[in-house]
């Protein structure tokens, strides 16, 4: 029989239904794990077991998710545990209040369990901006896990967490996803609420489930989606549970190929992946269309002059006077505020917070942010306009499987590049997923490559049941990396 | 054209083309005051800093000119892509944080009060 920490979020609901297993022995299980591979991946930067077993004590099991541990991406406050979104100028800041997705997860009976490491504010595509590690791809530790939700994917690719949280600003939860072979959902944006969620682009971030299968991310979505007063973006819509939906096939459903998604520049193996992929949707059932998302050569620039913009502005709450780091060197206020910022904030964040003042700068504001927030229209038409056509599409999630540590560190256009496929659902505000399908050779190494699947705004059960069809025909999920 | 690199639009090939011409400069078509907006944003750099981020945003930006290719006149601008707007609550009295609570992370506090550096002369 399979050891705890190897089973699925479903398999250990159905063991703790039977009473096969208790919340505690899953708690231990997850630690000795954690203690074997952990100082090789170092993706959590804190890690309570003890405190979890308290909690674990008074869990209903009854609950849809009653007695699973879920590992907590640092940007997301967790009542009484650190949330330092991997930076220094937050270092010995507690959380004083539950997110309002931790305190959906809390009443769906699961239990938070340690935060994971990511870039620093969710500003990167490798987890190497974090001030505190460097975290490494469970199927090869010279490489990258991909960011910035890389702690969470690391921890749930090498069986260190039965699940994880993350959050998506550009794809950052469906490249790392990608990137160490697990299954990453970005809901609609406005589906989860962001109360709680440490903001770096208000427009564009969102909260979602990172798992091993499809049917527990399933299961987590509908934990934590649905409308929240305290989030003003938040939607107000039902949210249809996606767990009837998903055995019920894709037979008859359109899937739309976007060809700016297939272009030079793509690595083999990963393209190869991908069109294996969209052949076994197609033996499915599904119909295979061909269709245009004309402006995707324009949705890296028009990100990265709004999402700038917008944390710019977000992360002037960090002046030294409320929470976190404050310098002591400083005579002035105006020059308290300029050194606690410098010493707080790591070289891409305070990268960004230039790019996005110049942005929104006198003389500029109309070039660049005004420019990007109307072609960011243009790129959301061009989705609806496909959603028309077909219910689901399908393309790479990422041009390229992990690539080594330290490789694109000095070269940020390169970094940010690693997000073409992803970025362009944030601008529109539609939903997508990332599972595995397959893998590609690199340099001797075997790496797990994502499929993408976008759908419409609100139709994250259409994307969770052609994930499950595909998922259960393949069985890619099956695979663990070898630690 | 390195391995994993993209292509893009077409000035993205461009600036492939000068990045990696003999003597490696980026041609600068944006400049940008990086040593201003630093104190725009209240952020103190180092000279090193401010030199590296010069010529990195400037390539930054000399990517994001791509977007002038685009018409974009009689397109409305999309702020966010929540079909939702001016959104209230009552305007009633809800608890809400103890001093206790709101100062816990506080770096410098006294007499249930944030301390700040001197203001004023």
């Known amino acids: ?483 | 054209m390195e391995t994993g690199a993209v292509t893009l639009a077409q000035p993205a090939r461009k600036f492939w083309i000068l990045r990696n011409s003999p003597n490696n400069r980026p041609m600068l078509d944006s400049t940008i005051n990086v040593r201003h907006l630093a104190h725009l944003a209240r952020l103190n750099l180092t000279e090193e800093e401010t030199v590296a981020f010069e010529s990195q945003l400037g390539q930054v930006l000399n990517y994001v000119k791509t977007l002038e290719l685009l018409d974009v006149s009689g397109v409305e601008p999309t702020a966010h892509a929540a079909p939702v707007f001016n959104v209230f609550r009552e305007d009633e009295i809800r608890e809400s944080f103890s001093e206790s609570e709101a100062l816990a992370n506080a770096p410098r506090k006294a007499n249930d009060l944030f301390i700040v550096t001197k203001v004023v002369e």
């Open chain 1, 1 to 483: 029989m399979s050891q705890l920490h190897e089973l699925s979020l479903t398999e250990l609901r159905g063991l703790l239904t039977a009473k096969k297993t208790s919340p505690t022995e899953i708690i231990d299980a997850i630690a000795s794990r954690v203690d074997a591979v952990d100082p090789s991946i170092r993706a959590y930067v804190y890690f309570d077991p003890a405190s979890a077993k308290k909690q674990a004590a008074k869990v209903d099991l009854s609950l849809p998710l009653g007695g699973i541990p879920v590992a907590i991406k640092d940007v997301i406050n967790v009542k009484g545990d650190q949330c330092c979104c991997a930076s220094k100028i937050l270092d010995g800041y507690t959380a004083p209040y539950d997110a309002t997705s931790i305190r959906a997860l809390r009443s769906a009976g699961a239990i938070p369990l340690g935060r994971t490491n990511m870039d620093e504010f969710a500003m990167g595509s490798s987890t190497e901006n974090s001030a505190f590690q460097i975290t490494r791809n469970p199927w090869d530790t010279t490489r990258i896990p991909g960011g910035s939700s890389g702690g969470s994917a690391a921890v749930v690719a090498a069986r260190e967490a039965v699940a994880a949280l993350g959050s998506d600003t550009g794809g950052s939860i469906r490249q790392p996803a990608a990137l160490c072979g697990i299954v990453g959902l970005k809901p609609t944006y406005g589906r989860v609420s962001r109360y709680g969620l440490v903001a770096f682009a208000s427009s564009l971030d969102q909260i979602g489930p990172m798992t091993r299968t499809v049917e527990d991310a399933a299961l987590i979505f509908k934990a934590i989606a649905g409308h929240d007063e305290a989030d003003s973006t938040s939607l107000n819509t039902p949210v249809e549970d996606p767990l009837p939906l998903l055995r019920t096939g894709i037979n008859g459903l359109r899937v739309g190929l976007p060809k700016e998604y297939f272009i030079k520049g793509i690595e083999p193996g990963v393209e190869k992946a991908v069109r294996d992929a969209i052949k076994q949707l197609e033996s499915l059932g599904a119909e295979i269309h061909e269709i245009s998302l004309p402006h995707t050569e324009f949705a890296v620039a028009t990100y990265y002059i709004i999402a700038t913009a917008e944390a710019s502005a977000n992360l002037a709450r960090f002046d030294g006077v409320r929470y976190g780091h404050r310098t002591n060197q400083a005579d002035s206020l105006i020059e308290m505020y300029g050194r606690t910022r410098e010493e707080g904030f790591g070289p891409e964040v305070k990268r960004r917070i230039i790019l996005g003042t110049y942005v929104l700068s006198s003389g500029y504001y109309d070039a660049y942010y005004l420019r990007a927030q109307k072609v960011r229209t243009l790129i959301r038409r061009d989705f609806i306009k496909a959603f028309e056509e077909v219910d689901v599409i399908a393309c790479p999630t990422t041009p390229g499987t992990a690539f080594k540590l330290g490789e694109k560190t000095n070269d940020p256009l390169q970094m940010y590049l690693a997000d073409i496929f992803t970025i362009a659902a944030n601008l529109a505000g539609i939903c997508g997923l990332s599972l595995p399908c397959g893998f590609s050779e690199d340099s001797g190494s075997r790496l797990p490559v994502g499929l993408q699947l976008l759908g419409a705004p609100l139709d994250e059960a259409m994307l969770l049941r052609t994930a499950y069809a595909y998922e259960q025909a393949t069985g890619w999920h099956k695979e663990t990396p070898a630690l």
